[in-house]
């Protein structure tokens, strides 16, 4: 089993700047790729960011060169950079990690950080 952890979520205005953490327990060992998505109220959960376990990113075309995404496999911890935060990036941030289990990919997600931008 894995469990992922986001924090660093918050309110901030606009421009500013986060950085939200997911810390990952359990056997991480076989991690295909680990990404932040987000959801805002009343939509559908969206792609934000990606990274393989070879280090390879992408990101949405609404957060390039705002958004950094880095991974510390050391620490197991996934991190979002986010800079010049717009009101359109407010939303729940998840943690998702795409772990190898016997020739099959599974999912697992964190619950969540919040996070608000105002404008």
């Known amino acids: 089993q894995v469990q992922l952890v986001e924090s660093g979520g918050g309110l901030v205005q606009a421009g500013g700047s986060l950085t939200l953490s997911c810390a990952a327990s359990?056997?991480?060992?076989?991690?295909?790729?680990m990404g932040w998505f987000r959801q805002p109220t009343g939509k559908q959960r969206e792609r934000v960011a990606i990274?393989?376990?070879?280090?390879?990113?992408d990101y949405a075309d609404s957060v390039k060169g705002r958004f950094v995404i880095s991974r510390d496999n050391a620490r197991n911890t996934l991190y979002l950079q986010m800079n010049n935060l717009k009101p359109e990036d407010t939303g729940v941030y998840f943690c998702?990690?795409?772990?190898?289990?016997?020739?099959?990919?599974?999912?697992?997600w964190g619950r969540g950080t919040q996070v608000t931008v105002s404008s």
């Open positions: 998702k990690d795409a772990i190898w289990i016997d020739g099959s990919l599974h999912d697992y």
């Open positions: 359990g056997d991480t060992r076989s991690s295909n790729f």
């Open positions: 990274i393989t376990a070879s280090g390879d990113t």
